[in-house]
């Protein structure tokens, strides 16, 4: 079982921003796409961002050019900030962890609420 520590939710007025961090081992981060997705009440989990271990990024449109997700391989954590933020961006936040050792295995956080105020 591969565990990942998820820090930094919390409750910010609308334009404000936050940043979560997701801390994985060493051995699979090293080797793994990062991922961070979230899930507001009443609706499915949704992708936000990605970043694979070669620093290719993926966004979600709603997110794109507000969120940035990044990686410190010497921390073994990746990041999401998150920049004027909106009401509807308030969502339980999952970090996920992809990688592949003979077969490909995936593995989520604990997830961190946050709540965006009007």
Not at 12 to 32: D, K, N
Request: include cysteine; proline fraction near 3%.
């Amino acid at each position: 079982q591969v565990q990942l520590v998820e820090s930094g939710g919390g409750l910010v007025q609308a334009g404000g921003s936050l940043r979560l961090s997701c801390e994985a081992p060493g051995s699979i981060f090293r080797i793994a796409t990062m991922g961070w997705h979230r899930q507001a009440p009443g609706k499915q989990r949704e992708l936000v961002a990605t970043m694979t271990s070669g620093g290719i990024t993926n966004y979600a449109d709603s997110v794109k050019a507000r969120f940035t997700i990044s990686r410190d391989n010497a921390k073994n954590t990746a990041y999401l900030q998150m920049n004027s933020l909106k009401p509807e961006d308030t969502a339980v936040y999952y970090c996920n962890v992809i990688f592949r050792i003979v077969s490909t295995k995936e593995y989520w956080g604990q997830g961190t609420q946050v709540t965006v105020s009007s």
